[in-house]
């Protein structure tokens, strides 16, 4: 499963373009300071909104494609989209929430064990905790069986510990999905430690100065010993093409 | 005292409050959720008989409810029935009338409504259809209480427009507005007392249930 990517679309004050493609069994983290247009990116990767120009692609499936004038609804893409804020239905309870996704009930016992929520099943969205509701919403996603799965900054409104917990929880059931994941983010950090691939916008377009720039100052600020050096140990360096690319497994810790 | 009308405007408000989600449903979920130019002259269009004076409201319907007009005429070839002073008549005039009054506690409802979820639900497959009964209906249901609620007391204090359309017949259109009325007019104040004393509680009790469910709501 692949996903080709390459659109266009002007905003009130930007142009959002991204050319690139997301492999199987791998986390592209696109990165980079808020109103840079990657919310808008995924959105319009899950059907939302519509580019102006361009063709998205997964696999053989043309999900968007300006010349052919072929646009595929959000209803018929089959994407997994967790979002920012917790988006669970409220009448319903976490089981029922996910259940509501699944088209085999049988995956829902199972998500509801992997992401350790088994217990909470019976209890509605407002009465669990935001690190709850997040990992119910994972389930949510993860439910429809998606041919990719997109995190519009899934972890931005939880504290630090929930955070982690849930960030080392992707990393380990990410190996374990046969799909792209395009994980959205500001936070660099988070970024470096889930992203196989990270590309970095600012103004709406691939920037690899902005992420030097971000690196550069973070060594300064911690004199010299995070994150610029490990990211080079951990093998992180620019490409031709803008894109930064973590050629071994070890993160930021 | 007859029961009769009392019993007439219960039946009216109750058919009323049954029927007009059908109609109301379409133009609020439109109005919370639609985008494009007409949204304002929809809105401009529904919420007139809540501004137009009843009688003119009612003259217009009664213009295209009788047998030749475009509603009427329909209606007999459909149905044989004149529409006009019957009680489908003031069915149908009391749906006009009190379209506003659901449509605009509904489309309030939907606007609180996170969009979040709507395109939560789109993501996950469901159809817009399957969206407004599985995700807009079952969050939205203390925008339709409050709304069915307005229409019940709302149609049980309806004159001018019933009156217009369908005269007062005892029994058929004769609603308990028009009988109080009537009686005053015809020096039956006891009548038009305990008529009124009737009435009025009845209103002030779903009144307070329209308060109960929007302080639910807001909270």
Redesign the interface.
Known sequence: MTLSISVSKQLETLTVELETVCPSNSLTAIVGPSGSGKTTLIRMLAGLETPDAGTIRCNEKTWFSSKEGISVPAQHRRVGLVFQDYTLFPHLTVEKNILFAAENPDVTLDLLKTFGITHIRNKKPHSISGGERQRAAFCQALAREPVALLLDEPFSALDVTTRRKLQHLLLEIKTRLPIPIIHVTHDLEEATLLGDTIIAMEQGKESPNWLNTQLLAAHHATRGNLPYEQCHQCGIHAQAGYKIKRENNAGIR | MTLEPLLLSAKLAFCTMVLIPLLAFPPAYFLAFGKCRGKSILDALITLPMVIPPTVLGFGLLVVMTPTGAVGSTWQSLTGDRLIFSFTGILFASLVFNLPFAVQPLRASFEKL?K??L?????????PFQTFY??VL??CVSGIVASSILVFAHSLGEFGVILMVGGSIPGKTQVASIAIFEAVEALRYEDALYMSAALVPVCFVFLLIINAVNGRQRS
């Open positions: 996170d979040r979820l395109e939560s639900a789109a993501v996950l497959g469901l159809s599985r995700v079952p969050n």
